[in-house]
Nanobody, 123 residues
Framework: QVQLVESGGGLVQAGGSLRLSCAAS????????MGWFRQTPGKEREFVSA????????SYTDSVKGRFTISRDNAKNTVSLQMNNLKPEDTAVYYC????????????????WGQGTQVTVSS
């Protein structure tokens, strides 16, 4: 069982930055690929970014490439998402997730999910 707790969401103006963090309870954190997804009301959960077990591989959805950076610290059981140059269309609830795979980009590949943190970008 892995418990995930996100933090760092909030309200920011367009062009601003936020850093999301996700703390995991598992002592075998390094066995899991980690991902960030986002969801807005009435829409399906959307892949944002993922990082491989050892942090050597990353993946991003096209709309955030060059603006968002995912990283992890396996010694501290944390994964982060640095979000720069935020746009109003980035507004969503952001979820951290863990998958028992090398790396994963589809929601169904993820087993454990956090409760989400709201990110709101004003224009």
């Amino acid at each position: 069982q892995v418990q995930l707790v996100e933090s760092g969401g909030g309200l920011v103006q367009a062009g601003g930055s936020l850093r999301l963090s996700c703390a995991a309870s598992s002592r075998i954190f390094g066995n899991y690929a980690m991902g960030w997804f986002r969801q807005t009301p009435g829409k399906e959960r959307e892949f944002v970014s993922a990082i491989s077990r050892n942090g050597g591989g990353t993946s991003y959805t096209d709309s955030v490439k060059g603006r968002f950076t995912i990283s992890r610290d396996n010694a501290k059981n944390t994964v982060s998402l640095q979000m720069n140059n935020l746009k109003p269309e980035d507004t969503a609830v952001y979820y951290c997730a863990a998958a028992m795979l090398q790396i994963a980009t589809r929601p169904r590949e993820y087993t454990y999910w956090g409760q989400g943190t709201q990110v709101t970008v004003s224009s």
